[in-house]
């Protein structure tokens, strides 16, 4: 089964920082694009970052470009966002999503996991 | 950055309607690079189509979209009680990604 799991969501306060892991499992992690994707509860989507398969193609939201890192590690099927000086808004549910690209065809965001929590609060 | 406009905010239907959903993009866009997503309350979203008119793997085929250009559409023909959700378009290709703000599709 194709399965993405958003883990390290918590309370933090304005100015902390927290690191958002998202695990992979059912497919060829290493071939796959993905991205970072928010939402504040009964708000809209949110895109975030977007990291290539193999790294070399990283891109940011500009509300959080500078404070916000993506990586991946491809030998544990992993993806990461380091999150710093963050900010009330912030706060919300953060995706991540498989960006499946081939040959033939653009799918977008083909696979989605169930979400992390995140809230900055003092 | 593509913007994108969906219309209307909220459509109330009944089941067995038909639902049309709008999304305009502020620049013409490649409809390669153009999806749509359902979400339901509390669960992530979903892929229902990609490439602006194919369905993901398993959507019904009450589920069509269309367009080019800058004006997309979702239809959903014969709505099912499980249609009801959020819809979202999605621009991806060129950063930033962005979504369009989302259509309620309710129970009338």
């Known amino acids: 089964e194709v399965k993405l799991v958003e883990s390290g969501g918590g309370l933090v306060k304005p100015g902390g920082s927290l690191r958002l892991s998202c695990a992979a499992s059912?497919?060829?992690?290493?071939?796959?694009?993905m991205d970072w994707v928010r939402q504040v509860p009964g708000k809209g989507l949110e895109w975030v970052s977007f990291?290539?398969?193999?790294?070399?193609?990283?891109s940011y939201a500009e509300s959080v470009k500078g404070r916000f890192t993506i990586s991946r590690d491809n030998a544990r099927n992993s993806l990461f966002l380091q999150m710093t000086s963050l900010r009330d808004e912030d706060s919300g549910i953060y995706y991540c999503?498989?960006?499946?690209?081939?040959?033939?065809?653009?799918?977008?965001?083909?696979?989605w996991g169930q979400g992390t929590t995140v809230t900055v609060s003092s | 950055e593509i913007v994108l406009s969906q219309s209307p905010d909220t459509l109330s239907l009944s089941p067995g309607d038909r639902a049309t959903l709008s999304c305009r993009a502020s620049?013409?866009?490649?409809?390669?690079?153009l999806a749509w997503y359902q979400q339901k309350p509390g669960q992530a979203p979903r892929s229902l189509i990609y490439?602006?008119?194919n369905r993901a793997t398993g959507i019904p085929d009450r589920f069509s979209g269309s367009g080019s250009g800058t004006d997309f559409t979702l239809t959903i023909s014969n709505l099912e009680p499980e249609d009801f959700a959020v819809y979202y378009c999605?621009?991806?290709?060129?950063?930033?990604?962005?979504f369009g703000q989302g259509t309620k599709v309710e129970i009338k």
């Open positions: 059912g497919f060829s992690f290493n071939n796959y694009n």
């Open positions: 990291i290539s398969s193999s790294s070399n193609t990283i």
């Open positions: 999503a498989r960006k499946k690209i081939t040959a033939t065809a653009r799918y977008g965001m083909d696979v």
């Open positions: 490439g602006a008119s």
């Open positions: 999605h621009h991806f290709g060129s950063s930033p990604d962005t």
């Open positions: 620049q013409i866009v490649n409809r390669n690079n």
